[in-house]
């Protein structure tokens, strides 16, 4: 079974709770909520006209598995805010060809897309295309989850006369027999205007469908959203790599996926190494060199890998058309004719080629841009432009195919974990600055664009500890600069690191040399205000892919931290949660088994249940028009065995033995019968949020449980601690999923990554980066990133784990963990926690670990920067 990265995880997470919150209370409040848990700025909720109605967009780069995604929204949105047991998901992709691909996935058993909905949902599940939708029969929309897959052109009208799905069509009448009072929005018939018209448009009215948006960024116009309208959807989710930010038309994006998260969990392969080369033939040739020595590491590798090489030609109106590079390949590169594939609008020999099979012999395809829907092969390394990139539109699809990570994980060979870029552009900043334009385009934030963008020239060394260290040849800067420019104005000692030089036409300003504060001031002195715009944007690029190659990361440096682990039946493990629940033999049963009217509660109020849940309401109509639910009373076929099996499959978990989750629902169901007055209909119409609570009142136990583990095992009389690089957590130097990257006017020299996540200048914790960074003793530093447990540094706490705000490396080998906690939460019981859990580190590690809670200013009134200092010694 696929299974989905943690970034994928957390996605779902942010999801989910946000459409349970929808529910309880109303899309646009919990839209502001869920914002506000992320610690991101408020965005102001656009319904666009479908109000009352969850509309929201997920926001992943290319690469990042939107389409898996969306199929395990299903999943969150039946089981969170629709609440039904079988939906009507209506699935909307914006050409053809994706819309056939996508229903070919869903269609096959073995395929992750299918797996995802088949496993929830038990393998009811059918797949139609929107054009055989008359196929639908009543029993499919009451018995399993039914996926249309269709192009969002087909329902994207304005005259609908004529088109199929707003059409009458008899097939459709079964659907139609027991609605008997029509509601307000269903189409009439033109003919017999008091008669329901029996179209998909009007089944999709009444079944209140849930809509899956790809590539939602092609879908923001009033027609787009008055065609929504016609559906009468429950909830849509959107997903894509470029939302749209303008204020009309905006995407609501609950939750975005950073380009470094995919990057840290293998999903795509960074940086890309950029050759510049004087004319076409050179890039080619050397492209074709980086695939052969590719081709060499790949014979190392467990798994097969044949790397391939993407050629973009030029249009048939321009000199390097497809014609004349294959006849360049075949002739003077001695390429056999049959290793090469051209993929055009017009020559389509990639149709039915399986590029993964071991005897598949292509190892070079030619297009223009006809692989921008839809395909991928992570074989595809090495992308080769033979004109100049004169835009990042150009090659921002075709360089969206040489990301993907073969297999999502590292390979052994370095080589093999980068993309590779051979472009015909004479100035190497030119070029990174287009693949840049191109990357953003793509759903990466600027600031990681100019880390990915790095020059192919290296060479490795090796450090102290005999350790291999990757140094980068540095590469001059080379900007377009207006005649205003007079050289003669810079500083005597700036005159033999900067020049002018023509380039077709333009004069350029090269600067060779690292780019300091002072450089960049006197540079843009001799410039007129109004000009300088574009020459500050471009050596800020520069400077951030300067930073990058003196990055410690980048260079390959190690960086260490030991974990805290506990001594378990004569192991040493590292301190967790399940460590906590095995020693009070954790079962949901030892503790409480009943809802209170404060846990849950249901009101009956005429032809309503109102459901109140920690104080959030939760209204469901008995009579209510859907054929899915269609309770004219309030009788049910559940019996109390049958509902308890039903339960058990929703609340599932992975830590509680079953017989022990039946008898805990037992109980939790015989409480609400027999001493609440309940009947069971009142819990088949409430049942989802049941299930709601009844998960929150098993996570309330698992937290006693933990709370009373954690006492025992860590600070308990007989426990046995130790703080073991056994077991450490170790930094690697590739991965950093950070987001919200820190672009304030300070450099920062010494942190670990190239890029820095979640500071905000002048913010308490930059304050406490900055002493850190300032610090004599500190080598190099990190942010820490929360909630990553694969790529961060963590401590266990009673209830969760906590994530330390900085790790520091000193100059003597020591580790120094700073968590910073502003002045007034820090005598707050979780922060007395964590740092009684930090010194506990500390104390465990013989001299090689500190442990600092900084606050702004401490009892003795030190600042941070004195706290470091006296922490260090």
Not at 674 to 699: G, H, P, W
């Amino acid at each position: 079974m696929f299974e989905l990265k943690n970034y994928q995880n957390e996605t779902l997470r942010v999801l989910g709770e946000y459409l349970r919150e929808a529910r309880r209370k109303n899309p646009a409040e919990a839209f502001d909520n869920s914002l506000k848990r992320q610690g991101r700025p408020a965005a102001g909720y656009n319904p666009h006209g479908l109000y009352n109605l969850p509309y929201v967009c997920l926001r992943l780069p290319t690469g990042g598995g939107k389409t898996v995604l969306a199929s395990y929204a299903i999943r969150e949105a039946a089981e969170k805010y629709l609440e039904h047991d079988y939906p009507l998901v209506l699935w909307l992709v914006p050409t053809i060809t994706i819309a056939k691909q996508t229903l070919e996935c869903l269609n096959k058993p073995w395929h992750p897309y299918r797996q995802a909905i088949d496993k929830y949902f038990k393998g009811k599940v059918s797949v139609f295309a929107i054009g055989d939708v008359i196929n639908i029969r009543p029993s499919d929309l009451q018995q399993k989850v039914c996926v249309v897959v269709g192009t969002l052109a087909t329902l994207r009208v304005q005259d609908k006369t004529g088109r199929r799905i707003y059409a009458h069509n008899e097939n459709f009448e079964p659907h139609f027999s027991r609605v008997t009072n029509p509601k307000s929005g269903l189409d009439m018939r033109e003919d017999e205007p008091d008669k329901i018209k029996y179209s998909f448009a009007n089944l999709c009215a009444l079944m209140n469908p849930l809509i899956i948006m790809d590539e939602a960024h092609n879908a923001r116009t009033t027609l787009t959203f008055e065609t929504l309208k016609r559906v009468h959807p429950a909830c849509i989710i959107e997903f894509t790599a470029t939302p749209n930010t303008t204020r009309e038309n905006g995407s609501n994006v609950l939750y975005s996926v950073s380009a470094s998260e995919l990057k840290a969990t293998r999903m795509i392969k960074l940086p890309i190494m950029l050759s510049e080369h004087q004319s076409w033939a050179s890039a080619v040739s050397a492209a074709i060199l980086t695939k052969n020595k590719l081709s060499e590491s790949a014979r190392r590798e467990n798994e097969y890998i044949r790397p391939i090489v993407l050629f973009q030609a030029e249009s048939k109106d321009r000199d390097i058309t497809v014609e004349v590079l294959e006849k360049y390949l075949v002739e003077n590169e001695n390429i056999q004719r049959e290793k090469i594939a051209i993929a055009t609008g017009n020559q389509r020999e990639l149709d039915g080629i399986n590029l993964f099979d071991p005897n598949c012999k292509i190892e070079y395809i030619i297009t223009i841009e006809a692989l921008k829907e839809g395909w991928d092969c992570s074989f595809a390394y090495v992308f080769c432009s033979v004109a100049k990139i004169k835009s990042s539109t150009e090659v921002e699809q075709i360089l969206g195919r040489v990301l993907r990570m073969p297999y999502a994980h590292e390979r052994k060979s370095a080589e093999l974990n980068k993309a590779y870029a051979h472009v015909s552009e004479s100035l190497f900043s030119q070029a990174a600055q287009n693949l840049r334009d191109s990357l953003v385009d793509m759903g990466f934030e600027k600031l990681e664009a100019d880390s990915y963008v790095q020059p192919s020239q290296q060479t490795t060394i090796f450090s102290d500890d005999e350790k291999a260290i990757t140094e980068y040849y540095p590469v001059p800067l080379s900007v377009e600069i207006g005649n205003t420019f007079d050289i003669s104005k810079l500083d005597e000692k700036l005159k033999n690191i900067v020049s002018l030089t023509e380039v077709e036409g333009k004069m350029m300003l090269n600067v060779k040399a690292v780019i300091t504060d002072d450089i960049e001031k006197n540079i843009l002195q001799t410039i007129p205000e109004k000009e300088r715009g574009n020459i500050k944007e471009a050596i800020a690029h520069h400077r951030q892919m300067q930073q990058a190659q003196n990055s410690p990361a980048f260079r390959g440096v190690t960086f260490q931290v030991p974990q805290l682990c506990l001594w378990s039946e004569g192991q040493l493990l590292p301190a967790d949660q399940e460590l906590f629940l095995e020693s009070v033999r954790w079962n949901p049963c030892d503790y409480s088994t009943e809802l209170s009217e404060a846990d849950f509660k249901i009101s009956d109020q005429a032809n309503n249940f109102e459901v109140d849940i920690k104080g959030d309401k939760v209204t469901y109509s008995i009579a209510r028009e859907n054929l899915q639910l269609d309770l004219t009373n309030t009788t049910t076929e559940w019996s109390e065995d049958a509902f308890i099996q039903w339960l058990d499959n929703k609340v599932h978990q992975q830590d509680i033995p079953q017989i022990q989750m039946i008898e805990f629902l037992r109980k939790i169901t015989a409480n609400l019968l027999n001493k609440r007055k309940y009947t069971m209909a009142m819990l088949d119409m409430a049942k989802y949020s049941l299930c709601d609570s009844i998960k929150e009142k098993i996570q309330k136990n698992r937290k006693d449980a933990i709370k009373k583990g954690f006492q025992t095992t860590l600070f308990g009389t007989c426990a046995s601690v130790e703080t073991s690089f056994d077991f450490s957590y170790n930094l690697d130097p590739n991965c950093y999923p950070g987001k919200n990257i820190y672009n304030g006017p300070f450099q920062f020299q010494k942190h670990y990554y190239p890029v820095i996540s979640d500071i905000k200048y002048e913010s308490e914790e930059y304050s406490c980066a900055l002493a850190i960074e300032r610090n004599p003793n500190v080598k190099h530093w990190v942010r820490n990133i929360p909630k990553h447990p694969e790529s961060s540094f963590s401590l266990p706490t009673g209830s969760d784990r906590f994530y330390p705000d900085f790790l520091a490396y000193l100059n003597d080998g020591r580790i120094l963990v700073v968590e910073y906690k502003g002045s007034h939460i820090e005598d707050a019981s979780d922060a007395l926690e964590k740092n009684n859990v930090g010194l506990l580190w500390e104390t465990k590690s013989n001299g090689r670990c500190l442990f600092l809670m900084a606050v702004k200013k401490d009892h003795q009134n030190r600042d941070v920067s004195e706290q470091i200092k006296a922490k260090i010694g």
